[in-house]
Nanobody
């Protein structure tokens, strides 16, 4: 299984970025997909997740609700994170992760597979 995250970069506060995570080696539709982030010296935090069922239910951390949108394209085995109205406190390495038929979307210990991370830097 491989998860390849991309799309990070440097953006000014108020700007937007879209992260992508392409998955290979798994039956994508059977996996809950999540995004987590880790800032320097801090713990890994939940950002957003989308369920493995066809309902594609979405879940967000309170800190990103209304600004970030998670989506998935099952035909492309890819999950996206659209990030708008970015703030300096959003600066972190962002990781995508996969959990087989998972339900505990915010618990990073439940996710078996992880991408390599992509750095997002938001300048003030």
């Amino acid at each position: 299984v491989q998860l390849q995250a991309s799309g990070g970069g440097l953006v000014q506060a108020g700007g937007s970025l879209r992260l992508s995570c392409a998955a290979t080696g798994l039956t994508f539709t059977n996996y809950m997909m999540g995004w987590f982030r880790q800032a320097p010296g801090k713990e890994r935090d939940f950002v957003a997740a989308i369920s493995w069922s066809w309902s594609a239910s979405t879940y967000y951390a309170d800190s990103v609700k209304g600004r970030f949108t998670i989506s998935r394209d099952n035909a492309k085995n890819t999950v996206y994170l659209q990030m708008n109205s970015l703030k300096p406190e959003d600066t972190a390495v962002y990781y995508c992760a996969a959990d087989h038929r998972g339900t505990r979307y915010s618990d990073y210990t439940r996710y078996a597979y992880w991408g390599q991370g992509t750095l997002v830097t938001v300048s003030s």
